[in-house]
């Protein structure tokens, strides 16, 4: 998940999403890994370090729209590319994404 803070670090295409985030991504980067682990089945490392992710509760603070929600994926499409993930998985994993991503938005469009 590295690839995906950098790129929204570097990348100006990703402003909009990166203004959401603190200063420092270190934070963040690690939460999502450990959410990751877990939501792809693996160790449910978020859980057992934060508790329940709550995933739309943890992200009210922050205006979600439309807009946001593509950029995210967007970024995370990107970072997958950059990894060279292989192709089935990087368009399953964008599936799923897009269908949590958008479970996020938290304010109207217009």
């Not at 057992?48 to 992200?59: C, D, E, N, S, T």
């Not at 995370?76 to 993930?85: F, K, S």
Request: aromatic letters at 12%.
């Amino acid at each position: 998940m590295d690839r995906f803070y950098r790129l929204m670090d570097a990348q100006p295409d990703y402003y909009a999403i990166r203004k959401l985030h603190p200063q420092d991504l270190s934070g963040s980067a690690e939460k999502l890994y450990l959410f990751l682990s877990g939501w792809l089945g693996g160790p449910p490392l978020y859980l057992q370090k934060f508790g329940q992710p709550f995933l739309r509760a943890r992200h009210l603070p922050f205006a979600i729209g439309e807009t946001e929600r593509d950029l995210w994926l967007a970024c995370m499409r990107h970072a997958l590319q950059d990894e060279e993930v292989e192709e089935g998985l990087a368009e399953a994993l964008a599936n799923a994404f897009a269908k949590t991503a958008d479970h996020m938005r938290n304010r109207p469009e217009g």
